[in-house]
């Protein structure tokens, strides 16, 4: 490793860690004024940033950034200071009857140092809502963005050091070395956004350490198409979900899972639907780029793969496409050899996969690993309910993709292969806090009774709690 580096990452955390130690209890007004300026800093770049993110992807649509990168923080920020003051509010917990007059009491207290680790598809957003959490959390903050958006990154790094002291938030910019050395970095906690390879390697890193981790990963997604749904509208809604950002979206529908029957005519209402989006490809400002030539060149191999082994494409679009723009495709008979089907997509292609009985659905879904998001279409509440107990995801939408990922009233995270622990809202406060008991011993306390010398007074006692408790 090269030396250089080593010593300029420790140096950056023993310097955030001396800064902690000297404050380990920010108060109230310090992370109220930390989340100002974070909002104040998003607001006077967004235009920068748009930018920026158009020039990293190739183009990016400057809607789809100021609503899922900006517009996100600015909420995510703005909710942690309304809610901060009863989220730092120690909590009085109950006790038992045979520790009274003693009490409990539960407090939040900052972890420490934070690194952050974010990925290329949201560069600002899935840097900064981490980040936001941790600092409402009352944490020091590092930040290793993704190399492949380079401009957002320098951008990035730039604005926090006007707005942030070196202690209190970094942004460490750099390539792969550099990402491997920041996760080896013995951190106070370890935040993770990426693919679930990459998230094994972090997950080792931080074990030497014993750095506790949360991973939010990817996998595939799937959507379940009941009978009951209404056709054209769940069409519209895949349409949105899946071409948001040209689905290069860690939550964007994977794969559907529909009625035999509903099949084809499905189909034609998705192709009719992203047609209604988007009316042209080429030159449309609407319609992002795949972010990276190597991602565009995996894609063009997905869909290589899947027709040399059967399947039937359908493009939505009949044009030849300059750049990294990539056309959409919808994937008919498509099965399990199909790499398509193996791997996570993560661009705006969406196989379609025919069932009979719900139950085969399920079957099919159970026994992949888990996916970060399940998507439901239909108006069953029933059937709703049944897909509901008998599937495992991170989160779920009902007859919508995407939006519960925008809940900051809920927790946002994976489970088994698609993540481990959650943020939003008051779950990422608690991500980036201890939560420490408190017992508060009484002056006069019955637990004296169990003191040695042992005798009768003991085993009446004992026998006594055993009845009541």
């Not at 130690?21 to 607001?43: G, H, I, K």
Request: charged share 20%; aromatic share 8%; glycine share 8%.
């Amino acid at each position: 490793m090269n030396q250089t580096l080593h010593e300029r990452l420790h140096l950056t955390l023993e310097l955030q860690r001396g800064a902690f130690r000297a404050e380990m209890s920010p108060s109230l007004s310090v992370r109220l004024d930390r989340l100002q300026r974070l909002r104040a800093m998003t607001a006077k770049y967004s235009e920068a940033l748009v930018t920026a993110i158009s020039s990293d992807f190739g183009h990016r649509a400057s809607q789809e950034t100021l609503l899922a990168d900006i517009f996100t923080v600015e909420s995510g920020a703005k909710h942690a200071q309304k809610h901060l003051k009863a989220w730092m509010r120690a909590r009085r917990m109950p006790t038992a009857l045979h520790y009274l007059p003693a009490s409990n009491k539960l407090m939040r207290q900052p972890l420490g140092v934070v690194g952050v680790v974010s990925p290329w598809n949201y560069p600002y957003y899935l840097a900064m809502a981490p980040a936001l959490a941790a600092l409402a959390a009352g944490n020091r903050v590092m930040i290793k963005p993704s190399e492949l958006t380079p401009a957002t990154s320098a951008l990035m790094a730039k604005m926090v050091a006007e707005f942030f002291k070196p202690d209190e938030m970094q942004v460490i910019t750099g390539d792969a070395e550099v990402g491997r050395a920041f996760t080896q970095l013995p951190f106070d906690h370890l935040f993770f956004t990426g693919s679930t390879a990459v998230g094994r390697h972090v997950a080792q890193a931080a074990a030497q350490n014993l750095t506790p981790v949360t991973l939010e990963l990817g996998g595939k997604s799937p959507a379940i198409v009941d009978r009951s749904c209404h056709l054209k509208l769940t069409a519209e809604r895949l349409a949105y979900g899946k071409l948001l950002n040209a689905g290069q979206t860690c939550v964007a529908p994977d794969y559907l899972l529909v009625p035999k029957e509903m099949v084809e005519p499905l189909a034609q209402e998705i192709i009719a639907a992203m047609q209604r989006l988007f009316p042209t490809l080429e030159g449309n400002p609407d319609y992002s780029s795949i972010a990276a030539e190597r991602h565009l060149t995996r894609l063009q191999g997905l869909l290589s793969d899947a027709k040399t082994r059967g399947a039937r494409l359908l493009p939505t679009h009949q044009e030849t496409l300059s750049g990294r723009k990539l056309t959409p495709h919808l994937l008919l008979d498509v099965t399990d050899e199909m790499a398509v089907m193996r791997e996570e997509i993560f661009g705006p292609l969406l196989p379609i996969v025919g069932y009979t009985r719900v139950e085969e659905a399920l079957d099919y879904i159970n026994k992949h690993e888990r996916p970060l998001a399940l998507y439901w279409f239909g108006q069953d509440a029933a059937a709703q309910q049944y897909v509901l107990e008998h599937s495992h995801a991170g989160g779920v939408t009902i007859n919508d993709c995407i939006w519960h990922l925008g809940q900051e009233e809920q927790p946002f995270g994976g489970v088994g292969a698609s993540g481990m622990g959650s943020y939003h809202g008051e779950w990422g406060f608690r991500t980036f806090s201890k939560e420490k008991p408190v017992f508060t011993q009484a002056r006069f306390a019955g637990t004296q009774l169990f003191y040695p010398p042992y005798g009768k007074t003991f085993a009446t006692l004992l026998n006594l709690l055993k009845k009541i408790v």
